[in-house]
C-alpha cells in the first residue's frame, strides 16, 4: 500500500494532482481517489488505504475546512499521530490539525518550478519524513531500492520534541527593501545539513532537572530559562550530556535562521507582518507602522502560540536564543564573497557571541528571521535563553 494518503476535498483535484505528480516523481508511493481500482467498492477501498498509509497528508482549504469527510481522516490520522497537514488557504484550524505550510499560490500556472509550490514540496518531504521516524518508521522506499532487514538499521533514538530539518539551500539574511533591516545583513547563499531541533526553548524544569538550580526571573516549570548566558549555556550542555549519555549543542546562526524561517523568505515565518497574537513582544512598537499590541512584560509558556512550518515554536519573541557563532558585523559579506558557503559558523574568536529571535522585551522589528542581536559570553539578562540542537 501507499506510504502517503492524500485527504482533499473534490473542488481542489486540479491544485492536488500536480502535488501527487511532484512527490510520484520523488519516488514517495502515493494514493488518493484518482486511482481507485476498476470494480473495487469505493469507501473499501478508501479504508483500507487510510489504515496502511504511514502518513495521511490532510490539504485543508476553504473547501476542505467544510468536509466532514476531510476531518474523520484527519481525526483518523491525529490519533495515531501521522498527521501532515498543508494550508494552502488561509484557513481557520483548531490547534493539532494546524498546517505545516501555507502558501501563496494565487500566481501559480501549475509550474511545479513555482518556488510556492517548491517550498510545499519541501515542508511535506520535511514533516512526512519527521513522522515516519517519529513512530519508528523506515523512510520512504523507492519503488526499485531494496531495503535492509529492520534488525540491520540503526535508527537514531531521537528524544521527545525534537524536529527533524532537512537541511538545503536557502538565501541567509534580508533583502535591501526589506523594513526596518540592518546593513549587517547581507544577503548570502547558505547550504546547511540535516539536523535536529527543539521544538521549544530549553524550559526550567529542564534547567533544574540538570544543575538543581533555577536563575530565572519569571518562574514557572513550563515558562523559558532565562538569566542564563553563553558560558552558563555551555555549562549545562556539558552537565546534559554526561546525565544522558547523549550529545547537544547551540545551533549556529545559519541552522537557527534555515530553521526560523522553515521555508519563508517574508520577515517573519508568519508573513509580512508580526502580531502579538502570534508572538511574545512588545506590542508597543509593532512592525512596519502596522497596529500595535499586547505588552505582556514577561516570557509565556514555551509552547504558546501557533509552530512554525516546521514544528517550532516561539522563533520570534519571548527570549532571545544564543547562537554557538562568535559575532562580527562584517561575516554575512565575506560569506557572500565565497558564493555558496556549507554550514558556516564563525569560529573566529572576538567579544561578543551572536543572539537570535527577540523576546518578549524586543520591538516588532527585532524578531525578524534575518534580525541580529549580540552580546558577550558572560551576559545575562530576563530576556535571554536558548534552545538545543540534537546530535545523533
Not at 143 to 156: G, Q, W
Not at 213 to 230: H, I, K, M
Not at 359 to 371: G, L, P
Amino acid at each position: 500500500m501507499a506510504n502517503i494518503f492524500i485527504s482533499y476535498a473534490r473542488e481542489d483535484l486540479e491544485r492536488v494532482r500536480p502535488i501527487v505528480k511532484e512527490l510520484e516523481k520523488r519516488d514517495w508511493s502515493v494514493f488518493w481517489d484518482r486511482t481507485i481500482p476498476p470494480g473495487k467498492k469505493y469507501q473499501d477501498v478508501i479504508t483500507d488505504a487510510l489504515e496502511a498509509a504511514r502518513c495521511v497528508l490532510v490539504v485543508w482549504t476553504k473547501y476542505s475546512i467544510t468536509s466532514d469527510w476531510v476531518w474523520d481522516e484527519a481525526n483518523d490520522a491525529k490519533a495515531r499521530d501521522i498527521l501532515v497537514p498543508l494550508s494552502l488557504d488561509a484557513v481557520k484550524i483548531p490547534l493539532g490539525f494546524r498546517s505545516y505550510h501555507t502558501v501563496d499560490l494565487s500566481d501559480w500556472c501549475h509550474t511545479s518550478a513555482h518556488p510556492g509550490f517548491q517550498q510545499i514540496i519541501g515542508s511535506i518531504e520535511t514533516n512526512i519524513f519527521s513522522a515516519l521516524q517519529s513512530n519508528h518508521e523506515l523512510s520512504v522506499t523507492p519503488r526499485a531500492t531494496v531495503v535492509p532487514p529492520l534488525s540491520e538499521i540503526v535508527v537514531p533514538q531521537v528524544p521527545p520534541n525534537f524536529v527533524f530539518i532537512r537541511g538545503g539551500e536557502f538565501t541567509m539574511g534580508s533583502p535591501s527593501y526589506e523594513p526596518e533591516r540592518q546593513g549587517v545583513e547581507t544577503q548570502h547563499q547558505v547550504a546547511v545539513g540535516d539536523f535536529y531541533m527543539g521544538q521549544f526553548a530549553v524550559t526550567q524544569a529542564e534547567w533544574c532537572s540538570v544543575t538543581g538550580t533555577n536563575p530565572s526571573t519569571f518562574q514557572g516549570d513550563n515558562l523559558p530559562v532565562e538569566c542564563v548566558s553563553w558560558d552558563d549555556c555551555q555549562a549545562f550542555i556539558q552537565a546534559l550530556n554526561r546525565k544522558t549519555s547523549k550529545t547537544y549543542r547551540l545551533p549556529t546562526e545559519a541552522e537557527w535562521e534555515f530553521a526560523c524561517r522553515a521555508g519563508t523568505i517574508t520577515p517573519f515565518n508568519t508573513g509580512g507582518n508580526l502580531t502579538t497574537d502570534e508572538a511574545n513582544y512588545d506590542g508597543n512598537y509593532p512592525y512596519n507602522k502596522n497596529r500595535k499590541g499586547q505588552y505582556r512584560k514577561s516570557t509565556v509558556a514555551v509552547d504558546s502560540f501557533a509552530p512554525n512550518a516546521w514544528g517550532l515554536y516561539n522563533m520570534h519573541g519571548n527570549v532571545w536564543e544564543w547562537c554557538s557563532d562568535w559575532y562580527d558585523s562584517d561575516y554575512y559579506a565575506a560569506c557572500k564573497a565565497r558564493g555558496v558557503v556549507t554550514n558556516p559558523e564563525n569560529t573566529v574568536q572576538g567579544s561578543r557571541r551572536v543572539l537570535r529571535g527577540g523576546s518578549w522585551d524586543s520591538y516588532a522589528e527585532n524578531c525578524r528571521s534575518a534580525f541580529r542581536f549580540h552580546d558577550t559570553p558572560g551576559y545575562r539578562y530576563s530576556y535571554v535563553g536558548f534552545r538545543l540542537v540534537f546530535v545523533p
